[in-house]
């Protein structure tokens, strides 16, 4: 089944431990990207990959990092997560970035809490 | 900068009736355009996908429509039912930004 999974779908920790949220993708896409949703804000984007070790900032990237060495996986790590952290947490791939011919496939969302 | 509105925020319709979600941008040079459910805490799935080319797209109940020149588009749900209740979300895709730029959403209840 073609599909986005993330790990974990919950996580409560404390401020200043640090933490990975993985994802990965089992349908070859080219593109990958990291949102997250807030009350009132909607979904932003954090972090986007066009492709293997291309990745580049998006809306709000600060006290996030990522990487992509291997096409399936873009894991998200909070070096030191604080409480405004705490949100809900998508992955997303599509086929390719550009002309936008292809939709983007979601995973079902990591919901972490910072305290 | 792109801003992606959809009107309105919340609706409450009873059981069979067909409705209209509306969502307006202010960019007209998309890709294209994706609509989206979300039921509460949950992930998104993708309704239908309407390219810039493209004038609308149809999956059983729902029609979407896209005008790119007046940056609207509509969700059409016919023949609505409880289980369509849950949070609609419109996202446009350009290129240059490379992300997709969501709206704030309707949230839909259908009432048996």
């Known amino acids: 089944e073609a599909q986005v999974t993330q790990n974990p779908r919950y996580l409560i920790t404390v401020t200043g431990k640090k933490l990975t949220v993985t994802c990965s993708q089992n349908m070859n896409h080219e593109y990958m990207s990291w949102y997250r949703q807030d009350p009132g804000l909607g979904l932003r984007q954090i972090y986007y990959?066009?492709?293997?070790?291309?990745?580049d900032k998006g809306d709000v990237p600060e006290g996030y990092k990522v990487s992509r060495k291997e096409k399936r996986n873009f894991p998200l790590i909070l070096e030191s997560p604080s409480p405004n952290q705490t949100s809900l947490y998508f992955c997303?791939?599509?086929?390719?970035?550009?002309?936008?011919?292809?939709?983007?496939?979601f995973g079902p969302g990591t919901r972490l809490t910072v305290t | 900068k792109q801003e992606v509105t959809q009107i309105p925020a919340a609706l409450s319709v009873p059981e069979g009736e067909n409705l209209v979600l509306n969502c307006s941008f202010t960019?007209?040079?998309?890709?294209?355009l994706q609509w989206f459910r979300q039921d509460p805490g949950k992930g998104l799935t993708s309704l239908l996908l309407i390219q810039s080319s493209q004038r609308e797209q149809t999956s059983g109940r729902l029609n979407a429509s896209l005008d790119k020149s007046s940056g609207r588009s509509t969700l059409y749900i016919a023949a609505s039912q409880p289980g369509d209740s849950a949070t609609y979300l419109c996202a446009v895709y350009g290129g240059a930004t490379n992300k997709l730029i969501f709206g704030t959403g309707t949230l839909l209840a259908v009432q048996p």
């Open positions: 990959s066009m492709n293997v070790e291309v990745t």
């Open positions: 997303a791939s599509s086929p390719k970035s550009g002309t936008g011919g292809w939709g983007q496939y």
């Open positions: 960019d007209s040079a998309i890709y294209n």
